[in-house]
């Protein structure tokens, strides 16, 4: 049987979103983009007050426990007009960005702009940049 474990590598704060993450075999940064959002739908208190009995609760993953893999979620280097997230988000669903982007736009209109406007840069922030060099090496 899988338990649930804080985790000790894939922490922002307590390791309760890692955890979750780990225990899901899905990459932690969505987790917390999720949390993010409902957590400002809430008003905040509600999902802080869950965070922090989380935190007290989940026991932290031992030292000796193997680390999991899973397909990791980064913004574009390449693709990307702004900050890389909406082709980011495409190339780890292997959807073309141009239906991702869409979709975010017509989201964006119905919501009023600014909740979506939010919503990228709050991803911005918290998805990493795929690793990688900057440099492109012309072959002749």
Do not use: C, H
Request: no cysteine.
């Amino acid at each position: 049987m899988r338990k649930l474990y804080r985790s000790r590598s894939n922490k922002k704060l307590a390791g309760v979103l890692g955890g979750l993450g780990e225990y899901w075999k899905i990459d932690p940064t969505i987790i917390r983009l999720i949390f993010l959002i409902i957590f400002f739908i809430t008003a905040i208190f509600p999902f802080l007050i869950a965070y922090i009995i989380a935190a007290i609760i989940i026991p932290l993953e031992p030292i000796t426990r193997k680390q999991r893999k899973y397909k990791v979620l980064y913004r574009s280097r390449k693709n990307k007009f702004i900050a890389g997230v909406l082709a980011g988000i495409s190339e780890f669903l292997k959807i073309d960005p141009t239906i991702i982007r869409l979709i975010f736009i017509a989201i964006m209109i119905l919501t009023g702009f600014a909740p979506m406007i939010f919503a990228y840069i709050v991803a911005w922030i918290v998805i990493p940049e795929k690793p990688g060099s900057d440099i492109e090496i012309e072959i002749k």
